[in-house]
């Protein structure tokens, strides 16, 4: 049962545009939220989180916006530069003091130049 | 910075042997984990260990087991290598916090192909 979703495999932007990525999850007791990109033949790196007593999180280009009673995370970027291009993976954990966190299937983001 | 190193970026093994994955983490981290990244499924945890000699099944176990008798180090073992275990394997660490709320650094990935 994939407890954290991401419901579209691929997306292509356009450079200078907004990319808009999105996670759903069932499990209700996840309570911290993160974003991974990961480059081709490297690991993934992380982006950027959110805890559930906040519903955005703002770090330069990259926003994430926690919507819990939809059980939705998304994921903004702008302006999308070329260099955005990876697969970006969504996780969660849950629990407290609970460090395992929950990965998405991934996204795949193509910044078109 | 954290520094996550696996001893190999590639490797390829035959059926039925026994394989090692070492994973060595720099910053003292209490967690460390191994998942494994396949097209369409994402990275699924295998096992993770929350202190040396301390080890919990993750979501897909079966066929491996692990090793941790230093901090720094945990090592992922398939016991008798099959095609199906052909797959990135990621190594990650993290620190314990008093609320959980923490983020994994990754190595570089091991490709593990069984032939």
């Known amino acids: 049962d994939q407890q954290v979703k991401q419901n579209s495999p691929s997306l292509s932007v356009q450079e200078g545009r907004i990319s808009i990525l999105n996670c759903d999850y069932t499990?209700?007791?996840?309570?911290?939220f993160l974003w991974y990109k990961k480059y081709p033949a490297e690991g993934p790196t992380f982006l950027i989180s959110?805890?559930?007593?906040?519903d955005k999180n703002e770090d330069g280009r990259f926003t994430v916006f926690l919507n819990k009673s939809a059980k939705h995370l998304s994921l903004h970027i702008v302006p999308s530069q070329p260099g955005d291009s990876a697969v970006y993976f969504c996780a969660a954990s849950a629990d407290f003091g609970n460090e395992k966190l929950t990965f998405g299937t991934g996204t795949r983001l193509t910044i078109i130049p | 910075d954290v520094k996550v190193t696996q001893s190999s970026r590639y490797l390829v093994k035959r059926t039925g042997e026994k394989v090692f994955l070492e994973c060595v983490q720099d910053?003292?981290?209490?967690?460390m984990f191994w998942y494994r990244q396949d097209p369409g499924l994402g990275l699924r945890l295998i096992y993770f260990s929350y202190d040396v000699k301390m080890k919990e099944k993750g979501d897909i176990p079966e066929g491996y087991s692990v090793s941790r008798e230093k901090k720094e180090r945990f090592s992922l073992i398939l016991e008798s290598a099959s095609t199906n275990q052909t797959s990135m394997y990621l190594c990650?660490?993290?620190?314990?916090?008093?609320?959980?709320?923490?983020?994994?650094?990754f190595g570089q990935g091991t490709r593990l192909t069984v032939v």
């Open positions: 499990n209700s007791m996840f309570d911290y």
């Open positions: 959110i805890s559930s007593i906040k």
């Open positions: 990650a660490s993290s620190l314990s916090t008093s609320d959980g709320n923490t983020e994994a650094f």
């Open positions: 910053m003292d981290h209490e967690n």
